[in-house]
């Protein structure tokens, strides 16, 4: 029955192997999994109601696992890869019908279904995190150990019920994932970044370096990223910052945008760049491609990780190095973290006007100090006055990503750099949002307000044509 996929010395059911008595070391969930699945009589699929559900959900878990095992044994995995959806699923349902009745085990039709998709999951894809991988409303996923996974929605994070059945079963799905990928993951080697084949960012730490279970974080890919009017429309900033931002963009100012882990910086930058001219032609740099350019002429580059021996590694550096010889419009850098800043700066400032990028900083002159460690680390030796001027001439605008503590991102603050004054950078903020209170839910009450200085940028928004009305730089009192 199972002839195609099955494999071939595989096809009686006596040989299906009895689970053997979970070792000392498995954990709970296994060894409960072999008292059930090796009992004799019929088990039916009704509990006592009270923790009906709990129950019934162990219950399947359990029997997952059992069935998991089975599939994997008797799959021949090799000839899965031409199989099509249908015939898989049908094949699936076939030997999980099979090994339900070997094991004397009734389910009911929905949780057939459910221990199918499940077992279907679990053989293509990335087992339990694929139904989260498929919800949309979901932006974060963090596996902190087998047991406990969480995800993040409209900016909070949330417990969910979905769990690994253990370690095993997780470091099996990370394998999957970097092996995918050509990466290795294991003792020696504990911890490494790879993208999904839906485009969303992966990291791994798996023990010992991760203490309690191996250590998870997947950032979805948006297929639909969030353009200015969705921002605008969400109240990241108002139509006004917005104006101004695009009067920015395209009287080439360079940009950093600063922000916190997970703050909104590549969400940010992306919508910056839809205000680039179409006819310019446009180099993306980053160490795991997120950037979606809605421009023709876009080139993208995406850094590499040394392989296992060591050898092949391309830094953004390199990249960047050679974006210059490509006769780029613009160059826009996901994330500077490292060296490549000093090229960055170069670039900037000489003739790749009108770049972007964006660094890991809690303020404006956070992430002018980011800066300065960035270049003191990447082992330039210069007077601290000489790197700030060449900061202060290279940038112009510093732009804040936050995520408040109600799970809010905003443009919190949009600061101008005007020059040096003695020894330190000036700057002058010229947007920023204000934060008046919280409400009995915990909300941020807050309203965004122009500061009141005349933008430094004015004139030359003017002489390009973006001659913006003086109204936009008046303060607002949330009135
Ligand atoms: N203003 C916003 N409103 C709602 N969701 C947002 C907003 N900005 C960003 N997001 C969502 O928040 C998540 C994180 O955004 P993003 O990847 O831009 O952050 P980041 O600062 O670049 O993160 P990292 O530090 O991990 O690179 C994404 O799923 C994105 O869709
Ligand atoms: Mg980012």
């Not at 072999?34 to 699929?45: D, L, N």
């Not at 049908?90 to 085990?105: K, N, P, Q």
């Not at 139509?239 to 009287?251: G, S």
């Amino acid at each position: 029955m199972f002839s195609r996929y099955k494999k071939p010395d595989q096809s009686k059911p006596q040989l299906v192997e009895v689970p053997k008595p979970a070792p000392a070391t498995d954990t709970a969930t296994t060894s409960r999994s072999s008292g059930v699945t090796r009992k004799p009589s019929k088990v039916s699929a009704q509990v006592v109601p009270m923790d009906k559900e709990k129950k019934r959900k162990e219950r399947l878990g359990e029997i997952k696992g059992e069935l998991h095992k089975r599939l994997l044994d008797n799959l021949n995995l090799s000839a899965l890869e031409t199989a099509t959806e249908n015939d898989l699923r049908a094949e699936i349902s076939a030997i999980a019908g099979e090994a339900l009745e070997d094991m004397a085990i009734v389910l009911n039709r929905e949780e057939r279904a459910t221990l199918n998709q499940d077992l279907f999951d679990e053989v293509t894809g990335l087992g339990p995190l694929e139904t989260l991988l498929k919800d949309d409303s979901v932006n974060d996923i963090l596996v902190n150990g087998p047991q406990q996974i969480f995800v993040e929605r409209a900016g909070k994070l949330q417990l969910t019920d979905v769990t690994f059945k253990d370690e095993r079963h997780l470091l099996r799905i990370i394998d999957k994932i970097v092996s995918a990928v050509g990466r290795r993951v294991d003792e020696s080697n504990p911890y490494v970044d790879a993208r999904l084949a839906d485009g969303s960012r992966f990291n791994a730490m798996v023990p010992p370096i991760a203490v309690d279970g191996s250590l998870v974080s997947i950032r979805k890919f948006k297929k639909e990223k969030l353009a200015i009017d969705d921002l605008v429309k969400f109240g990241a900033f108002t139509e006004e910052m917005a104006a101004y931002l695009q009067a920015a963009v395209a009287t080439r100012l360079n940009i950093i945008v600063s922000g916190g882990t997970g703050s909104g910086k590549t969400t940010t930058l992306n919508a910056l760049s839809s205000f680039i001219d179409d006819a310019e032609r446009i180099l993306t740099i980053e160490d795991t491609a997120e950037l979606q350019l809605q421009q023709t002429h876009v080139g993208r580059m995406e850094s590499r990780p040394p392989n296992v021996e060591g050898k092949g590694a391309v830094s953004q550096r390199d990249c960047l190095k050679n974006a210059l010889r490509m006769r780029p419009d613009r160059i826009i850098v996901g994330e500077t973290r490292g060296e490549e800043v000093i090229d960055m700066l170069q670039a900037m400032n000489t003739g790749h006007d009108g770049s972007m990028t964006t660094i890991h900083a809690n303020s404006a002159r956070d992430g002018v100090s980011r800066l300065e460690n960035m270049i003191a680390m990447a082992g330039i030796e210069m007077p601290i006055k000489a790197v700030r001027a060449q900061i202060a001439s290279a940038v112009n605008l510093i732009v804040q990503a936050s995520r408040l503590q109600d799970g809010s991102r905003r443009m919190t603050s949009i600061t101008e750099v005007t020059g040096m004054e003695g020894d330190v950078i000036s700057m002058q903020e010229v947007f920023r949002y204000q934060r008046v209170g919280l409400t009995p839910e915990n909300k941020i009450i807050g309203h965004f307000t122009a500061t009141g200085v005349r933008s430094n940028f004015s004139e030359r928004f003017r002489m390009w044509g973006y001659d913006l009305p003086s109204t936009i730089f008046e303060p607002f009192n949330g009135n």
